[in-house]
């Protein structure tokens, strides 16, 4: 052999060599090989073989490793490669970018999909998804707020409402946008309805009312001592004592348990008040001058009442404005949603004309 012949066997045998190892990197970082191999590290759960792949989304912006988590998990659940390729070659989901240059595989670009959320007004939103908090763009002008950019997929996702007027309200849901944005309204009514935070507000304002009352009575019929109540109502309750007092001789209030039907709430449109059946096991007993010409005592054993709060912006809460025990006895038995108060003994007040008040 030559060496001019030589030379051009090498040659050719090194152009032989580069067109296959192009051809062999050509198909390496095919989009065919690329979605293949990227399906088998998601079902392996091989995070480093996908550090380069899933970066930025189809439009540019940059995938929160958040995001990459939990599209990871819910790939790596499908657990057959077929679901998973069938998953990264729908183009409602994914964009599959050819690489540059042969050197570089082809990119898997997700479509980005956000969740928008509409809150009631002065209510504030935040979120959680798998027990990472998430950022919120807030249009404050319409209180709507919008989580994302996230990868096509099913979160379970955790609503946290606080509102001025009925506290905290926990919403769980999982919310899919696997092919399209999701939109929703929390409504108002969501934010008392099945509240239990809010329920035992309520209920710890009526014990409050009915314990204060206790001490009203005991200091003089002064209703001033009233808590949990409208400057309405006092005014109320102070007027009538006022036009009873020439003709009571004492007067003696007790109780020891308030329930109140939660299923009965009702709040109004404007979300000042708010109306419910309540229990409590009252008895009060009035005896009347001589003059009056009855000996026995008045007892008065109505224990169902309609209850109306109304907000109080100073005691930042809601308190009572009127309780109306003429309405019709309820079993409360059948009662389904129930917040409760029994205290350990009998809370008990008298007045009486000739001597000091006393409270038990």
Not at 31 to 48: G, I, N, P, Y
């Amino acid at each position: 052999m030559t060496k001019k012949r030589g030379v051009l066997v090498i040659t050719s045998l090194i152009v032989v060599a580069v067109i296959a190892v192009a051809g062999f990197l050509r198909y390496t970082n095919s989009r065919q090989a690329t979605v293949d191999r990227v399906a088998e590290a998601l079902l392996a759960k091989d995070t480093k073989q996908l550090e380069n792949q899933f970066v930025r989304f189809s439009d540019g912006q940059k995938v929160s490793k958040n995001s990459k988590k939990w599209f990871f998990r819910q790939a790596a659940a499908l657990k057959k490669k077929d679901r998973v390729l069938a998953l990264l070659n729908d183009e409602e989901l994914f964009e599959i970018q050819k690489g540059a240059d042969p050197f570089k595989p082809a990119e898997i670009l997700p479509k980005a999909r956000y969740i928008k959320v509409e809150a009631p007004k002065d209510a504030e939103l935040t979120a959680v998804i798998q027990s990472a908090r998430i950022e919120l763009e807030q249009d404050e002008k319409w209180n709507k707020y919008t989580l994302g950019p996230l990868l096509p997929g099913d979160y379970p996702i955790k609503y946290q409402v606080m509102h001025p007027k009925f506290g905290l309200k926990t919403i769980k849901k999982t919310i899919s946008v696997q092919q399209k944005d999701h939109e929703e309204v929390i409504e108002e009514e969501a934010l008392y309805s099945n509240n239990k935070q809010f329920h035992k507000h309520l209920l710890s304002s009526a014990v409050t009312y009915m314990e204060s009352m206790n001490t009203a009575i005991e200091e003089d019929l002064d209703f001033s001592f009233l808590k949990a109540s409208s400057e309405k109502n006092k005014e109320f309750l102070q007027k009538g004592f006022e036009e009873l007092r020439p003709y009571l001789s004492s007067f003696e209030q007790q109780f020891q348990t308030v329930k109140i039907d939660c299923d009965s709430i009702s709040v109004n449109q404007a979300l000042t008040s708010v109306s419910l059946d309540l229990f409590v096991d009252v008895q009060r007993s009035t005896q009347l001058i001589k003059e009056i010409g009855i000996d026995e005592a008045l007892n008065f054993e109505e224990q169902n009442a309609i209850v109306s709060f109304v907000y109080d912006e100073q005691q930042n809460g809601w308190v009572i404005d009127k309780m109306d025990f003429e309405t019709f006895e309820q079993d409360t038995d059948k009662w389904e949603n129930v917040q409760s108060f029994r205290a350990d003994s009998v809370k008990k007040a008298i007045w009486n004309k000739e001597q000091q008040a006393t409270v038990i």
